[in-house]
């Protein structure tokens, strides 16, 4: 390398070790976590008499616990696994997390200059010339820096920041996305087994009340029984025949739904059997006791990641009010003549052309912008806390209806038994002419009605589970890959 290369060199080296030393300043204010909005405990829990490590060993419980373990019905579990393969909600959202890290990998390499070569080459002459036409050649090799920012003020920092927090708050959005999808999933399976213990009962019921028909008709020919009494059983029978033909539509469209969760057809194998009377079962979810649970559910951390992009766009909003340099550099060789280009006929070039814009009067349009970003970043504050807020109030929702389901449950249960008892004692004495038909009709009219009550509040109950599984931010693990941990730490060193 001659004494004009090693110069060059030595001259651009000083503004990029300036530009490395002056590029930490940063414009963007410092982020804090903003607080909770909400009592640090569920309504009417009691600190754990184990103190604050047993209260947080609680906590953890609920979103630590897998899919796989809080669903119990292999067939449901089979079921959610082709919709995390096949839902076309998922796919999107697998898609935006892409989207959203190449734009973060744009943002990110707009910190660093941009190497580029070049080269050219021209033969050309006069149209016309006394003496005879003279060729001119010249050619030329370069390779440089071009159009580099040297980021003096943290606006490219600050806008690498916001794209890294929206990646983050996508990635968020995808987690979101399959907590609810597994919801959806779960209540679906629960309402087909609901209808499908319904249709079931509605033709045990039919069949019982067609039995009836024909008995009292019978008794209507021996004189026995009145035309009242006739119509009354007829009404019955039809009411039977009504209530099973619903149950047939409301079992089809949960075929359907299910089927569109889980993007494709179920299989008759994964689907409940009609002689079924339980409903599946899931794993029990611990609640704990403190709030802070909360800040671990994927909408909420989005709404935080999203409240970071906001902060970090007010830096770079404020840069503009500040001198932007830019860099443009290159060395190559020149020659007139291709032949001689790496020859001895060639020559060393170099450039070297750094530029600044400083902006004077733009009519408040400077301040325009910090104005709105500082806006928009208030907006994701409230929206922040209005997230955790609805979190809250869907966690002590259904803490509070777990227990009055379980209550209701068991009183229901008591009166289904009840009235199995009585249907029983009256259709013994019908037929043994003691009791009459108004006492019969008026048994069976009851028991199917708290029957169906029963299996309303089963499917209720079980739905609750799923909605508190759902609410305390379960069905994701919480364990994070090691690329997004980096990423993570490097937001916070930002």
Not at 13 to 42: F, K, M, N
Not at 106 to 116: C, D, E, K, S, V
Not at 144 to 150: D, H, L, Q, R
Not at 407 to 427: F, I, N, S
Request: glycine share 6%; aromatic share 6%; charged share 20%.
């Amino acid at each position: 390398m001659n004494d004009t290369s090693t110069s060059f060199m030595r001259r651009l080296a000083v503004p990029l070790a300036a530009a490395l030393v002056l590029a930490g300043c940063s414009l963007t204010p410092r982020y804090e976590r903003p607080a909770a909005p909400v009592p640090a405990h569920w309504p009417g829990a009691q600190p754990a008499e184990g103190g604050p490590a047993e209260d947080q060993a609680q906590t953890l419980a609920a979103p630590d616990l897998p899919w796989e373990q809080f669903v119990q019905d292999e067939r449901l579990r089979e079921i959610i696994r082709l919709a995390l393969q096949n839902n076309r909600d998922l796919r999107v959202a697998r898609h935006s997390v892409e989207q959203m890290r190449a734009s973060y990998q744009i943002a990110r390499a707009n910190q660093f200059p941009t190497l580029g070569a070049s080269g050219s080459y021209t033969r050309s002459a006069p149209a016309t010339m006394p003496g005879g036409a003279s060729v001119n050649s010249s050619a030329s090799l370069s390779v440089g820096i071009t159009a580099w920012e040297i980021d003096f003020f943290g606006r490219i920092a600050a806008l690498k920041q916001a794209a890294l927090a929206q990646y983050l708050a996508t990635e968020e959005a995808q987690k979101n996305t399959q907590i609810s999808l597994i919801a959806a999933i779960s209540s679906a399976w629960l309402s087909l087994q609901t209808h499908t213990e319904l249709l079931a009962l509605a033709e045990r019921t039919l069949a019982t009340r067609e039995e009836s028909l024909k008995l009292t008709r019978l008794r209507l020919d021996n004189g026995v029984a009145t035309a009242l009494d006739m119509r009354q059983a007829e009404s019955l029978a039809a009411t039977a025949r009504a209530s099973r033909a619903e149950q047939k539509r409301l079992r089809a469209e949960d075929l359907s739904n299910l089927a569109l969760l889980a993007g494709q057809p179920i299989a008759e194998q994964l689907l409940p059997k009609a002689d079924e009377t339980q409903l599946s079962g899931f794993a029990d979810v611990p609640a704990g006791l403190s709030s802070d649970v909360l800040l671990r559910r994927p909408d909420i951390r989005q709404a935080e990641q999203q409240l970071i992009a906001a902060n970090a766009n007010i830096g770079a909003a404020r840069a503009a009010y500040f001198p932007t340099i830019s860099l443009t550099a290159g060395l190559g060789r020149a020659s007139s003549d291709l032949d001689g280009l790496f020859g001895s006929g060639g020559q060393r070039a170099w450039n070297f052309a750094p530029a600044i814009s400083l902006p004077i009067f733009d009519m408040g349009r400077n301040r325009a912008g910090v104005e709105s970003a500082q806006a928009a970043r208030d907006i994701a504050v409230a929206r922040y806390e209005k997230a955790i807020q609805t979190a809250f109030k869907e966690v002590a929702d259904a803490l509070t209806a777990r227990q009055a389901l379980a209550e209701q449950l068991q009183a229901q249960q008591q009166q289904t038994d009840a009235e199995r008892e009585r249907y029983r004692l009256v259709d013994l004495s019908y037929r043994n002419g003691v009791a009459n038909s108004l006492d019969l009709l008026d048994a069976q009219r009851s028991l199917f009605g708290v029957e169906q009550a029963l299996a309303q509040t089963r499917l209720a109950q079980r739905a609750n589970e799923i909605t508190l599984y759902k609410a305390l931010g379960g069905g994701w693990s919480q364990t994070q890959p090691e690329s997004d941990q980096k990423q993570e730490k490097e937001t916070s060193k930002e």
